[in-house]
């Protein structure tokens, strides 16, 4: 390869691990990772989650352990999901200050203090008996504004136990404005709101329904969920209206199969941008290494420093505590 003019050779920058590490633009922190925690009511043994190896529904004590772990590997958050015993057509127990979730809470708040985030999944669906993330009308639908007045319920009750963030995930038309005013009128004007903004009804939430125990009994949850196939500007809209009500920091949700749309929101808005690696994005990788047919940490690693590429600034990852160590 000999010419007139000077060739460009990228390989001269791949030719040694320290160039290449002084010149990745991708870093993971561990800072930028939060883990998602299940504590459930009422078990005196951690249980494993059968299709998600390695993640398991806490008692308070494993719970606290693990929040421990979390922030003893530097962790940026957590973030806790309630699995009560007793489950009801409103949801009674997630806004119960005595319920499953304000008890993992103050736990966890407790154990960590302030020297990571703790933040708290603010839905419906691991509380109500039908599974789904709202009140539902006579005809099954999830009644919007009804349901409403339950998030802004149960995002006070969250923080007054020790949330120092709240997520709503339920993907209902103005929770993030009704929650922000809840909150306000209770005295918490400081707190932030982390929306999960684009949340697809996605197939890759199947091994979380296990985990959380709020697969819906009929239906899907189509109705308030993005469409996969839908048009990137329906996310723009979403994301857009989230933060005309109030959001502080916005979500996408899978993350690896919608790199697109952390993309987007990256470019488009001015405010910390998450992506929640979901379960089923973790459970593709542990089955396959299970087998033996993949390189389970270099998959790791590489889907969240793709993911990070992508634009997101934190990122949800059942595997935070491990890879925080590793980093
Ligand atoms: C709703 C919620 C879900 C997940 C996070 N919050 C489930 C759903 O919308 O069906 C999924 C997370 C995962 O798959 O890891 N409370």
């Known amino acids: 390869m000999s010419a007139q003019f000077p060739v460009a050779r990228p390989r001269r920058l791949r030719r040694d691990p320290a160039l290449r590490r ?54 940026g958050g957590v973030i806790l999901f309630g699995i009560p015993a007793v489950k009801d057509a409103r949801g009674s127990a997630a806004d119960d200050p005595d319920g499953v979730l304000q008890v993992a809470l103050r736990d966890v708040a407790a154990e960590v203090g302030d020297s990571i985030v703790v933040m708290a ?6 509380f109500t008996d039908n599974g789904h993330c709202g009140i539902l009308t006579p005809s099954g639908d999830v009644d919007n504004d009804l349901t409403l007045e339950r998030y802004a319920s149960i995002a006070v009750a969250q923080v007054e136990a020790g949330s120092q963030v709240v997520a709503p995930s339920g993907m209902m038309d103005g929770q993030v404005g009704a929650i922000r005013s809840a909150l306000d009128a209770a005295g918490h004007g400081g707190v932030p709101i982390l929306a999960y903004s684009a949340k697809y009804a996605s197939a890759f939430f199947g091994p979380f329904r296990d985990a959380a125990e709020c697969a819906p009994q009929f239906g899907d949850r189509s109705t308030h969920q993005q469409d996969p196939a839908g048009p990137l500007r329906e996310a723009l809209r979403e994301v857009r209206l989230d933060l005309a009500e109030g959001a ?5 949700k899978p993350a690896l199969a919608y790199l697109d749309v952390i993309a987007q929101f990256r470019a488009e808005v001015d405010v910390p941008v998450a992506a929640y690696q979901v379960s089923g994005e973790y459970a593709m990788v542990e089955a396959a290494a299970a087998n033996g047919w993949v390189d389970r940490e270099r998959m790791i690693m590489e889907s969240l420093v793709a993911i990070k590429r992508a634009g997101a600034d934190m990122i949800l990852t059942y595997w935070a505590t491990e890879v925080a160590r590793r980093l």
Do not use: N, W
């Open 22 to 75: 002084m010149v990745a633009g991708t870093r993971l922190h561990a800072a930028d990772l939060i883990l998602p925690m299940f504590a459930k009511e009422g078990i005196t043994e951690p249980q494993p989650v059968a299709s998600m190896p390695g993640v398991y529904q806490h008692t308070r004590d494993s719970l606290r352990k693990a929040a421990h772990d979390a922030a003893e590997a530097g962790v």
């Open 121 to 126: 999944d603010t839905c419906l669906d691991e």
């Open 248 to 252: 502080d920091m916005v979500m996408v």
